[in-house]
């Protein structure tokens, strides 16, 4: 169940530094390996990762526990639950009853499911592009009911949590993610095929592609490669939760698998191995005003090449899946600790790979412990700083919190890790602040992929 979209297109990483990072005799998994492993040291990162390039597998490795309580250690086999990642089966379905003249992604909703309400105002697509204005369910989930949702569940039942609200805007006009769009979308396939959603993606995709480790039914999974989730509390303590069932997340995101499925999954999209290459280049092409597709986020990386992904938030579980078709990349991530903490939030790693892989700059990932700093010394870092003489780096304090934002780019928390030292959380950097004998706040350093020093104005 995604989130939030992913603007990797913004990578605030290179506006805060244009250092390049030094040369190094490890290979490129070398550079992986050893980052991941300092991220799981550091209790960043725990979980299964999957980077291939080219059809060459540059990293396939486990980090962390599987089961924290027995020790047991993730590997390339561990199995986690998956999140929106099963929208990309979910859009592939779609659009091969499209291929099929079952159905056009421009019929309307009530032609469907002709009892849902406003059904004559939304289209398949804006499901898809989540212009539906459809209620996100994804917040009853995580609601004080949330209990109800680790059982099976009705059809009926997860409706009702949606169906009757407002819309949130005008059909079509614009983006607010919805969970509830692709729940939809699997109660059309199932009217279409005449068939359970689970059947249609087993007997079309699954047994095809002899995936074995991808399903739906997690919680009563029998098989030592399932992982445990688990999220962690106050940022400190490790905490098993309660997963989902796949009948509450279903269609937008009730499956799980493991890396390597993911990866024939991922090299079948690529050779249109279950579609025509219409339907593959309409599955990459953002749906408007969004950046969404069938199945897809599509945004942009270096020189312009199209990135498409999907990412997955449950309880105990955060994914993401990443093809850039061009370069035949593929970066999977899946991990049994979920993000709702922000010291295993995945996006800033994932950029992170992506910079080793293509031989970027990039930076080791560092804890996120803070520490307790007086309102009196975060005031002595309020100010602009000079980056260069296009660039000003701006600090200012707001209810004992201090800020940074850089000419041009929105603003970003920092947070301390001692009385001069501060990280941001949203990209791998780090900020210095020095004084003169006198002490006076004359200049901050910043720490990513090299230091950058910006005096004070």
Known sequence: MNRSCWAIVALTIHCLTNSVSAQSTKTTAQKLDEYLTVAADIHRFNGTVLIAQKGATLLQKGYGWRNESSKTPNDTNSIYQLGSITKTFTGAAILQLQEEKKLSVKDKLSKYLPDYPNGDQITIEQLFAHTSGIYDYKAVLYSKDSLEFTRPVTKERVLATFKDKPLTNKPGKQVNYTNSGYFLLGLIIEKVTQKPFETVIREQFLNPLQLTRTGFDFINLKRPDRTTGYTYWKDSVLVAVRPLDSTAAYAAGGMYSSVGDLYRWAQAIRTNQFFKPASQALSFTPIKPGNWGYGWGVNYFVNHKKLVFQNGNLPGFATF???????????????????????????????????????????????????????????????????????????????????????????????????????????????????????RVTQVVVHQNGDLVAKRL
């Open 321 to 439: 899946f990443v093809l850039i078709p061009e370069d035949e990349v593929v970066l999977i991530m899946l991990a049994n600790v979920d993000d709702t903490s922000d010291m295993t939030t995945l996006e800033p790693m994932l950029k992170d790979l992506l910079f080793i892989t293509y031989g970027m700059p990039y930076q080791l990932p560092v804890s996120f412990k803070t520490v307790r700093v007086s309102e009196a010394i975060l005031q002595q870092y309020a100010g602009k700083y000079q980056l260069d003489p296009k660039r000003i780096l701006a600090i200012t304090l707001d209810q004992n919190r201090l800020f940074l934002q850089v000419t041009g780019q929105e603003r970003f928390e920092i947070f301390p890790s001692s009385e001069t030292d501060f990280f941001l959380k949203a990209v791998n950097a780090q900020l210095t602040f020095q004084k003169d004998t006198s002490g």
